[in-house]
């Protein structure tokens, strides 16, 4: 049978989605709406699990006829029969025949089943908007790109990361310095004191996101923080009809590097912001030790915006919670080059005023 669960709408058995607006399921067909209870009675559907149709081909020498590609699977959309290729991570996508949005049912169970989701609260136009504005306070985009990039992909996809909560203790030595100067008839003096700084404190982190795909650039991930933990569900399989899912292929165990990288950076930088009143401050030494780990397993939304300029592909991330987005702009080398005749257009008078100056005294 198929592995594919699509929600149906009980009215007039329209294809379902999640509505950002709302934060419920809906017909767009007959605009029915059901709650987050009815979710979870439509969830309690992927405790059946069907066994899959397996097909065998051999050619007549007994050996294998067709192969398919390692990581690679094939499913059939129950509207209209038609088969979709998805990879071994793809939970959820949309037929590309009917358009009918799919959960691929056992992709997310078990240790792969998330603990929790962030729903999108950004829908597919809010997105593009959103790219339009970001564009367009870009100061030293070209003008052509702000008219005639195309925007050729738009994709609504979660993202899976894993959340780690821990406690910290962490101690960091510091050399800082003070200079003092003073003239008098003669000489100009300047006076550098050496101080050694001592910081220590104890820390509580809540839900640090570290990326759980590997097919999601992590500076990328790290640049739409921060995600509001606090509109976190209990994850229900509903919540991503409509929309494309990964499951994680970068392990928990995989991850705790970049959680403590993550941690350490943090303990370091508020331990920093204590030392003041010094000309310069510069880290010797610094111990952290995390107590109490616990990691979370959760879906957050995030909008992938692919546009074409001049042949070149351009990539745009944005958070589909809070709008945050971010991407690499082209700059103009006109404009660059007008804003740099304007500085040296201001420096010349002053040093030209500072010569004079030379030559009074």
Not at 137 to 162: C, D, H, M, Q
Not at 173 to 193: C, G, M
Request: charged share 20%.
């Amino acid at each position: 049978m198929s592995d594919l669960l699509e929600y149906k709408c009980p009215n007039c058995g329209g294809a379902l989605n999640f509505d950002t607006g709302s934060q419920k399921m809906k017909c767009p067909y007959c605009e029915s709406e059901f709650d987050v209870q009815t979710l979870q009675n439509m969830d309690a559907q992927l405790n059946y699990n069907n066994q899959p149709d397996q097909f065998k081909w051999a050619s007549a020498s007994g050996e294998a006829q067709w192969d398919v590609s390692e990581g690679m699977n094939v499913f059939v959309c129950n509207s209209c029969g038609g088969e979709i290729v998805g990879d071994a991570n793809t939970a959820a996508t949309s037929c590309p025949y009917c358009g009918n949005p799919v959960v691929m049912a056992g992709r997310l169970a078990g240790d792969l089943k998330p603990d929790f989701v962030i729903p999108f609260k950004l829908d597919k136009n809010a997105a593009k908007n959103a790219l339009k504005q970001y564009v367009g306070k870009k100061k030293f985009a070209p003008n052509t790109f702000k008219s005639e990039n195309r925007l050729e992909e738009i994709k609504g996809i979660y993202v899976p990361f894993w959340l780690f909560d821990s406690d910290a203790q962490a101690s960091v030595s510091y050399d800082a310095t003070r200079v003092r100067t003073w003239s008098d008839s003669k000489y100009d003096y300047t006076e550098t004191s050496h101080f050694d700084v001592f910081r220590a404190g104890n820390m509580r982190f809540m839900n640090i996101p570290v990326d759980g795909s590997s097919k999601m650039p992590d500076e990328l991930m790290e640049s739409i923080e921060p995600f509001n933990f606090n509109e976190a569900v209990n994850f229900q399989t509903a919540y991503l009809a409509g929309y494309l899912a990964d499951k994680y292929d970068v392990t928990m165990e995989q991850s705790i590097g970049r959680a403590n990288e993550r941690i350490k950076a943090s303990c370091e930088d508020t331990l920093r912001d204590t030392v003041n009143g010094f000309a310069t401050v510069t880290t010797k030494n610094s111990f952290v030790q995390t107590q109490n780990g616990l990691a979370k397993y959760a879906l957050y939304p995030v909008w992938i915006l692919n546009t074409d300029y001049k042949g070149e592909k351009l990539t745009f991330g944005l958070n589909g919670q809070s709008g945050k987005i971010v991407g690499d702009i082209p700059v103009s080398k006109a404009k660059l080059a007008g804003l740099f005749a304007g500085i040296t257009a201001v420096a010349t008078p002053l040093i030209f005023l500072v010569g004079r100056l030379f030559e009074i005294f």
